[in-house]
């Protein structure tokens, strides 16, 4: 039998990623978004799906696609910005809305959390991704929660992939302090496979799904310089004056890429649990670097850029 999967975010990294990993799939998928530009990507890259232009938070036609899925992931999230109203909007009142019009079918949850809920971080981000996951955690429905750590993959705008343009076109390349603050990225690829296997199996619980290999900051920007052949110098610019240059820059851009609170989160120590992720969920896992390689490298899908 054919499973409906309802995903909401669908237009994201993740989302992007879980389609192109679900093509070929016994599924049925209906993605909803309000990125219209992303959302036009999407269904260009996958014209045989339903895709829905709409925004989460508010009421509309996608309630009822959602109350008739058979599968409900949900990806939607608000990761950066300035603003405390867009966080709550996003990622909690739109969650409970989605939550709402899935309940009469009580269709299986697959809820993409974060690792911040465990983080030592304290922004907007963190905040609110621990309040949806309260949420969800309310909820009857039958779910698994997974927590990825920072993810990079094919897809990437805000993350891995705003580095490595920056890499690319910048004169030099900063890094704040020594740069030796440790990370556990995980593929996008990987993440997207986690997924397929608890849409298919239907497990339950929560699950902190980190990226295997650890690295530190600085190596990781060296280490994507290296796969993509930049030139461009590195160096290393006090915390201080970092932070001051992203505020400035703040006042000329509603939504930058990088904020002073993510700054605050990239340098506070955080080290992710590590659990056996492959043989939970019978995926092989990509090596940090082939994955850096498959991700910018790939023919097609390393040229398509998602706006912020």
């Not at 269904?43 to 989460?56: F, K, N, S, V």
């Not at 993810?151 to 920056?166: C, E, I, N, P, Y």
């Not at 990225?185 to 993440?191: N, R, T, V, Y």
């Amino acid at each position: 039998m054919t499973k409906r999967i309802f995903i909401s975010g669908a237009a994201g990294l993740v989302g992007q990623n879980l389609i192109a990993t679900l093509a070929g799939a016994d599924v049925s998928i209906v993605g909803v978004d309000k990125h219209a530009a992303n959302l036009k990507i999407l269904r260009e890259l996958h014209p045989g799906i339903t895709l829905i232009e709409a925004d989460l938070a508010e009421p509309g036609a996608w309630q009822a696609e959602a109350g008739a899925c058979d599968c409900l992931v949900m990806l939607q999230a608000q990761i950066g910005g300035l603003y405390r109203e867009e966080f709550d909007r996003n990622n909690v009142v739109a969650t409970e809305r989605i939550l709402e019009a899935a309940a009469a079918r009580s269709p299986y949850l697959v809820h993409v959390s974060s690792s911040v809920v465990n983080s030592a971080a304290d922004d907007f981000y963190t905040q609110t991704k621990a309040a949806q996951e309260a949420v969800v955690a309310a909820s009857p429905l039958r779910r698994v929660i997974l927590r990825p750590t920072l993810m990079f993959g094919w897809f990437d705008r805000k993350h891995v992939g705003w580095l490595a343009r920056f890499l690319q076109r910048a004169p030099v390349f900063p890094i704040p302090g020594d740069g030796r603050y440790l990370r556990q990225p995980l593929f996008a690829g990987d993440f997207a496979a986690i997924i397929a296997a608890c849409i298919q199996g239907e497990p339950s619980g929560a699950y902190n799904i980190s990226g295997l290999e650890k690295i530190d900051y600085g190596d990781l920007i060296k280490l994507l310089k290296a796969v993509i052949g930049a030139r461009t110098p590195i160096v290393h610019i006090p915390y201080g004056l970092f932070w001051a240059l992203l505020s400035l820059y703040a006042l000329a851009d509603r939504n930058p890429p990088f904020t002073t609170r993510q700054l605050e989160a990239l340098v506070t120590p955080d080290v992710f649990e590590v659990i056996d992720w492959p043989g939970i969920f019978s995926v092989t896992p990509t090596p940090l670097r082939k994955a850096l390689e498959i991700t910018f490298l790939d023919p097609v899908y390393s040229k398509v850029t998602l706006e912020f």
